[in-house]
């Protein structure tokens, strides 16, 4: 090794040690969970990559990256995040000018629009969580006074019509029973009697694991009012469920990094159709937001769109370049994008028969209304979550307690995104089961009590 730096010297390049670069962290944030601390070891020659660094020179980093031993995250994000995308995380500090990072943006701009089956839309990666998507929505597509209508699956159906509100859009909601979603009759019912800028649904709302049919929903909208824009919220849905932007067509889609894109959290993602963006231009009133308007926001992008450095506000450079290996893996490595979604599929109903042998009952109401990268979980009474949550943290497996108000304290929460639905090799899905079974049963319960409800996989026999 020393002979090794030696040489690299000779060759007028900067070597970075662990020591001086490759230490960095993820937290986890769960009940109880600590911060566990990544890093690197440079074994050998041939595990050496090299990368250019602002000054022209080469630097020298390590491939053989392994992530510490940490309790497994399988709550319905953040989530486990590869190696190859933590490490990539840790690239050193580069510009958001540099030509070497603009190029590694415009990757990502392409390759989302590949994960979305778009050609055409236009994405939007800015710092933040998957909430700024809906400030972009609220700000940019609905100008004071106007009517949108929110089908309501869960908490993030209250919230997005909060959010609405707040921009001064007139929101009307279709709600759904807890566990299930709205139907095509109610949706074509309720745009039949009023003209709507907007309709808005989440396709996997993570306080109760219910799937919306996407495709169904745009058909609705586009039969009875084609004229109205389609909203898909898609923070847990994108990358584990099926969304082909351009065929359905879906206006917006609204996600972030850290679910089934496989990032660590922070990088908001919206993609607009050319409708959307033609509904911004023919806007009357100003913008109402300043870091949100893709007024400002859209030459930025399409600077990067072409290989191009510009400014707004700083992008998170470090986690667009985790992004870039993660839409790699999902748009070029096996397995393929079609593949992953069979995939996702497959350990959902793994985990979910699992539940359904324990006797345990699921808060979906019905298979096609469960989404495929989590799994809502009823903690039969007298038990509560608090029972099982911290059993299986001591298993090293975090899961999540319950998030819907009505429901909060009843049931908990299993997410099964990105490398833990589809690596097999990882052992996640067995280590998840193992530690459900053996946790209810320390809590007394030994599944002879079958639920009076028949759960997602019985109803999926019976499809």
């Not at 994405?123 to 998507?133: E, I, M, N, R």
């Amino acid at each position: 090794m020393q002979a090794l730096t030696s040489r690299l010297a000779e060759k007028n390049t900067i070597r970075l040690t662990p020591r001086l670069f490759a230490t960095t962290s993820l937290s986890l944030f769960t009940i109880g969970l600590s911060v566990h601390y990544i890093r690197t070891a440079l074994t050998s020659r041939s595990s050496l990559t090299t990368f250019s660094t602002p000054h022209g020179k080469s630097a020298v980093m390590s491939s053989s990256f392994k992530q510490e031993p940490h309790n497994l995250l399988v709550i319905p994000g953040p989530i486990e995040v590869s190696d190859e995308v933590l490490y990539a995380n840790a690239h050193p500090s580069v510009g958001h000018t540099a030509p070497a990072f603009a190029a590694v943006f415009q990757d990502c701009l392409k390759m989302i629009k590949q994960v979305l089956y778009t050609t055409s839309a236009q994405p939007f990666l800015v710092a933040g969580s998957g909430t700024l998507g809906w400030d972009m929505v609220a700000s940019n597509l609905v100008e004071p006074g106007e009517d949108v209508l929110v089908l309501n699956s869960g908490y993030f159906g209250d919230a997005f019509a909060d959010c609405l509100e707040v921009y001064g859009a007139k929101v009307d909601q279709v709600k759904a029973p807890i566990g299930d979603r709205p139907g095509p009759a109610e949706i074509e019912s309720a745009l039949s009697q009023k003209k709507y800028k907007l309709v808005t649904f989440t396709h996997v709302d993570t306080s109760t694991g219910v799937l919306s049919d996407a495709k169904a929903i745009c058909a609705a909208v586009k039969k009875v009012s084609p004229d109205t824009l389609t909203i898909l919220d898609g923070v847990c849905a994108v990358a584990s469920e099926e969304i082909r932007m351009d065929d359905w067509g879906v206006d917006v889609v609204i996600s972030a990094s850290q679910k089934g894109l496989g990032v660590p959290p922070g990088l908001s993602v919206t993609v607009a159709s050319e409708r959307a963006m033609a509904v911004l231009a023919a806007r009357k009133t100003p913008v109402t937001s300043y870091f949100a308007s893709w007024r400002r926001w859209l030459p930025i992008m399409q600077a990067y769109g072409k290989g191009q450095a510009a400014y707004f506000a700083t992008p998170p450079t470090n986690l667009i370049w985790a992004f870039q290996a993660s839409l790699r893996a999902i748009t070029e490595q096996s397995p393929s994008l079609e593949q992953r979604f069979a995939l996702h599929k497959e350990s959902s109903l793994r985990l979910k028969q699992a539940v359904n042998d324990l006797g345990l009952k699921q808060v979906p109401l019905h298979p096609d209304a469960s989404a495929n990268g989590m799994t809502a979980i009823y903690v039969p009474s007298p038990l509560k979550p608090s029972d099982i949550v911290p059993k299986m943290l001591k298993k090293g497996i975090v899961v999540a307690a319950g998030l819907h108000k009505d429901i909060k304290e009843t049931y908990i929460r299993v997410g099964h995104l990105s490398i833990t639905a589809i690596d097999a090799k990882r052992g996640d899905i067995d280590r998840v089961i193992k530690a459900l079974q053996e946790s209810f049963a320390e809590a007394g319960w030994d599944g002879s009590k079958t639920s009076s409800r028949p759960s997602v996989v019985e109803h999926q026999g019976q499809a």
